[in-house]
């Protein structure tokens, strides 16, 4: 996952830039980039870590320029590398083009074997480098029909924002896999990948960029395009239930309301008749929590607090404290715990790692009962298009039954959420969205080999 902004026609658009990345950091905290741009040049500002880390007040004081485009960077630990920091900015004899990408491709090596075969020499493993070369390859077409024509070979997952000269260019893949917002401020558009960053810096939202849809936008000018073949929407589903921050509206809807529904409807589904209390997994659990708490009519309480200002850490863990991983993001409320028969509402599992880790922590400060509810269902395959999940073989619910799944957690019971009721939580229709995490069904072919790069997130 990843998060990206752009913005044109703005005199503070680098340092409204470095604020919406803030808004935008939980989609991605491994590197921070912003490319701003003059009319003349681009300078690009980068690095490893958090917003907050890469960027200094001289440098934001810095930022020259009427537009910038930012992006933050999700990537697995293997491909923890500078190079592949984004936006990816090259210049070109006809200027310079800047690409933020979120989402992941599938034909990455069908499309990276044949242009080195026609010459080019790519510098990254990032997708986002075959989407220039792909855009100088038709240059010929004009800017406008380069980007048509460049978009128009990949498959699989983006939602890009591309600077080509001074043209700013928003667009999402004809499934719509990944969000992307249209707003205004000042007059000057911004587009960016969840709508939080918008509110951060007092945009208007305007309207979503929306599946196949391509926006030029030259400074207070917008024209819209759809080129492509309409596909049947697959909206990542995945996005409301934990990756988009809650104040923020995901393809039109808001995630704080339909994480709360998914709550009630687990409510519906797992009764549990005498725990005393119903605690979240915080932050992500809470809001499924509270819609599960006023279903069940179990009081609601933060059974862990969550430290916020947990950063990178120097020291080796292991020689100090145990469980420091655990411990160091969420300690236990050992007096609201103690003795009593807790319901956790967690909003996924994954591999299952930190969740027996945590409910290890409750039962050695005395819970005394620990159950689960989650509100999905069990994620059984991996993701292509952008979420980061292990291969099918980590993810604990791909090879035990949900007996065993709570069994290696450590719980008294464990409950899912079915497919069915997690359907009818969402706030768009059931066939509106990917589940192919949930279902093994993929909205679009997979090509036999995947490249390196498909761990590389974007
Ligand atoms: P685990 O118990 O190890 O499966 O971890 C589950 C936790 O990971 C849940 O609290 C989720 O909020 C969080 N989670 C869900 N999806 C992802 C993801 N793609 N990457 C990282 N964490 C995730």
Redesign the pocket.
């Known amino acids: 996952?990843c998060g990206i902004f752009g913005m044109t026609g703005h005199k503070d658009a680098g340092r409204l830039a470095y604020l919406g990345l803030y808004a935008l950091q939980h989609r991605g905290e491994e590197s921070a980039g912003i490319v701003t741009y003059n009319r003349k040049k681009a300078i690009y500002y980068k690095g490893m870590g958090l917003v907050s880390d890469v960027f200094d007040a001289k440098t934001v004081k810095s930022f020259r320029g009427d537009m910038a485009v930012g992006h933050v960077r999700y990537s697995t630990t293997g491909s923890s590398l500078a190079k592949n920091i984004q936006p990816f900015l090259v210049k070109h004899k006809r200027g310079y083009i800047v690409i933020a990408h979120n989402g992941n491709l599938i034909n990455t090596i069908a499309l990276h074997d044949e242009m080195e075969d026609r010459g080019s020499i790519f510098q990254t493993t990032m997708d986002s480098e075959i989407i220039a070369h792909l855009i100088v390859r038709y240059l010929n077409r004009g800017f406008k029909g380069s980007v048509i024509s460049a978009l128009s070979q990949l498959r699989g997952a983006y939602s890009v924002v591309i600077m080509l000269d001074g043209l700013l260019i928003g667009a999402r893949d004809p499934y719509g896999f990944r969000p992307l917002c249209l707003g205004k401020l000042d007059g000057a558009y911004v587009l960016a990948s969840e709508t939080c960053a918008l509110d951060l810096i007092h945009a208007k939202y305007i309207r979503d960029v929306e599946p196949g849809e391509i926006v030029f936008i030259d400074r207070g000018d917008i024209k819209s395009v759809k080129p492509y073949v309409k596909q049947k929407s697959a909206l990542c589903i995945?996005e409301y239930i934990?990756?988009s921050r809650p104040d923020s509206n995901i393809f039109c809807n808001n995630v704080y309301l339909t994480r709360k529904r998914l709550g009630r409807r687990l409510a519906h589904e797992y009764k549990l008749d005498d725990c005393d209390l119903v605690m979240p997994?915080p932050d992500?659990?809470s809001y499924a929590g509270i819609g599960f708490s006023q279903e069940s009519k179990l009081p609601f309480e933060f059974g862990m607090i969550r430290n916020h200002y947990v950063g990178r850490t120097f020291i080796q863990p292991s020689q100090f404290v145990r469980d420091f991983r655990v411990r160091v993001k969420l300690n236990p409320v050992k007096d609201v715990l103690r003795g009593k028969k807790v319901v956790i509402i967690?909003?996924?599992?994954?591999?299952?790692?930190?969740?027996?880790a945590r409910v290890k922590t409750l039962r050695e400060v005395g819970a005394k009962e620990v159950h689960m509810g989650v509100s999905c269902p069990p994620i059984v395959s991996p993701c292509y298009y952008g979420?980061?999940?292990p291969t099918k073989r980590e993810l604990?619910a791909s090879k035990r039954t949900v007996k065993q799944t709570g069994d290696f957690?450590g719980l008294d019971s464990l409950q899912y959420l079915s497919l069915d009721g997690m359907l009818k939580s969402m706030p768009l229709a059931a066939d509106k969205f990917c589940t192919a995490c949930f279902t093994c069904k993929y909205p679009t072919k997979l090509p036999k080999k995947f490249s390196k790069s498909i761990l590389e997130r974007g």
């Open positions: 996952m995945f934990y990756f997994m992500s659990g967690e909003d996924s599992i994954v591999r299952g790692t930190t969740s027996r979420i980061d999940f604990i957690i």
